[in-house]
């Protein structure tokens, strides 16, 4: 590893990546990669925590991995890796959770709202998510960790364990700092602008889905839930426009502001398709390098396997530690 700080973050497979994980996590990846160690792993051992289609899974943890790559993430600097390939994440999580309180993790919005969402299988896993979110990163004793904001609270949680571990048993991890970009850090859903857009919607038009072609991204937009007012601004009392003008202002890499100056004395209609065609120059030569990248599953292979091998390496450091620390006689060798 180079002289430089620590960067990790991660995406759920657990469908196709809307232009919500775009915006709020990958297109800040491929900006940081240069300036630090960056560790991304796929959080397929996350995915489990609601029901998936095994076949499904499989699929999209592929098509993940094309998405890291198509979106310029470079397998010889960063590191790209499955979270199941790296026992050490499980095997943190069992020493974490001796530091969590169930209290703290019951007050989640995230585990509140999916056990709303999922009201048939709320499980314990569901409840554990945010300590196998703080072994991910506590692991590889990252400094930075880009997330949406929908993850600042797992984030905070984060912190307080490493804070907590810390005290206890003596300084062993790195206190990470999250690193939330503007207005683009929740992008809202296209059908109700109050809920958070998120690839696993059941309502295909409330989500532009990395895979969607360009002619249906202006026809969702198009579709967009917006007020009956025409005045493109950002305003509370206009969730809808908002989150178009955020989107839109995201892809052109323009501020809210110059957008609005832009769109003044537009109609709604007009704006929408600008916004659609916007989205779709970006997302349509990523989707077509994935496409490619998918033939050759053998290629990926070697990606998530040298990742891992290399994920292992750093993992393994920080839990020979912890084990030290809280008391385990490490295992004779040989
Ligand atoms: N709507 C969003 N706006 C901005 N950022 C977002 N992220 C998610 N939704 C938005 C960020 O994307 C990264 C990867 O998210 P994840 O797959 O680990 O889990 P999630 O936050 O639960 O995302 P989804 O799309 O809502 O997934 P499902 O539907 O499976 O629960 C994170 O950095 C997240 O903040």
Aim: hydrophobic share 40%.
């Amino acid at each position: 590893m180079e002289n430089k700080k620590t960067l990790f973050s991660a995406v759920q497979p657990s469908g196709i990546l809307t232009i919500g994980n775009y915006l709020g996590a990958l297109k800040n990846f491929k900006k940081l990669q240069d300036d630090y160690n960056s560790i991304f792993a796929l959080a397929d051992l996350h995915t489990l925590t609601v029901r998936q289609e095994p076949e499904n899974l499989r699929k999209n943890t592929y098509e993940l991995t094309a998405l890291y790559l198509a979106c310029g993430l470079d397998p010889e600097r960063s590191i790209i890796f499955a979270q199941s390939h790296v026992p050490m994440h499980a095997e943190l999580t069992w020493i974490l959770n001796t530091v969590t309180y169930p209290g703290e993790l019951s007050r989640m919005t995230q585990f509140k709202d999916k056990s709303i969402k999922h009201v048939d299988n709320v499980n314990m896993a569901l409840m554990d998510y945010p300590v196998l979110m703080a072994s991910d990163i506590l692991l590889y004793q990252a400094d930075l960790v880009p997330v949406g904001a929908d993850q600042k609270q797992h984030l905070e949680l984060t912190r307080d364990l490493a804070e907590r571990f810390n005290n206890r048993f003596g300084e062993t991890f790195i206190v990470p700092e999250p690193y939330i970009s503007g207005s683009a850090a929740r992008i809202m859903s296209l059908t109700e602008p109050d809920h958070k857009m998120s690839k696993s919607d059941a309502n295909l038009n409330a989500f532009i889905s990395m895979n969607d072609e360009p002619s249906v991204i202006v026809k969702k937009f198009k579709r967009a839930v917006t007020d009956s007012d025409n005045k493109i601004i950002v305003s509370p009392e206009k969730p809808g426009i908002t989150n178009l003008i955020n989107i839109y202002a995201a892809f052109t890499e323009k501020t809210v502001s110059d957008v609005e100056k832009e769109f003044e004395g537009k109609m709604y209609g007009e704006f929408k398709v600008a916004v659609g065609e916007a989205v779709a120059e970006v997302i349509e030569p990523i989707r077509q390098e994935k496409i490619k990248l998918l033939s050759d599953k053998s290629y990926l292979d070697s990606v998530l396997k040298s990742g891992a091998d290399r994920a292992k390496y750093l993992a393994g450091k920080t839990l020979s530690k912890v084990y030290k620390k809280v008391g385990l006689v490490p295992p004779v060798r040989g």
